[in-house]
């Protein structure tokens, strides 16, 4: 598989980039980002690009591809509607539409997060946005898109939030995390258990197109769907 990975700085691009660099059947991975991982290894291929919301500078690096794993976003705390939405609604499709064109087999998983609205008309801004971006995604014409809406996310292996707000809460509540997942498994899942259930769904699809997190858990655990 080869795969094309976005936001592969922020907490879950680190994940998912550790498991392809990993998984044996993920046969390159190509990066794209305003910076680089820092990270060299022989299937990993990084491509700075500053403007996402025009791609056609690198559109000849953009086909060939089996899946894209989409991690790019940031917290709506303390933005506007608009500034978020240029981010995770424009951002987001600008990059699929450059490449649906161009990779009719690919496989598009997106994460999205647990609550998104996808009737698009709730009260809660970031849940709007992120549903009008999910259903975007699953009108163009991939061989298949998934959403993943993870609810906790603990990070291992040595992986940190960029997100100054969401560290803050992994360092204050970390040692609560293991309760909480004892408690309330279907809320919580890991930075290994997203990252691998994100390539098993691009290899082998999945019963569903959005899923939730008992789902991701399901796919990491091996459960069939």
Partial sequence: ???????????????????????????????????????????????????????????NSLAGFDACFFCLGVSSAGMKEADYRRVTYDFTLAAAQALAGRNPGMTFVYVSGAGTDSSEKG????????????????????????????????????????????????????????VLNAIMPQYVTTTEKLGRAMIQVARRGWAK?????????????????
């Fill in 1 to 59: 598989m080869k795969a094309i990975l976005f936001g592969a700085t922020g907490m879950v691009g680190q994940a998912v980039l550790r498991e392809c660099l990993l998984d044996a059947d993920v046969e390159s991975v190509l990066s794209i980002g305003r910076g680089t991982t820092g990270q060299t290894y022989r299937k990993l291929r990084e491509l700075v690009h500053r403007d996402f919301l025009d791609f056609s500078a690198i559109e």
């Fill in 123 to 178: 009260r809660t801004m970031w849940a709007r946005v992120k549903g009008e971006t999910e259903n975007a995604l699953l009108r163009l014409p991939f061989k298949a898109a998934y959403m993943f809406r993870p609810a906790v996310i603990v990070p291992r292996d040595g992986i940190r939030s960029k997100t100054r707000v969401y560290q803050l809460f992994y360092t204050i509540l970390g040692p609560l995390l293991p």
């Fill in 209 to 225: 197109p959005v899923l939730e997190n008992p789902d991701i858990n399901a796919i990491a655990d091996g459960i069939p769907g």
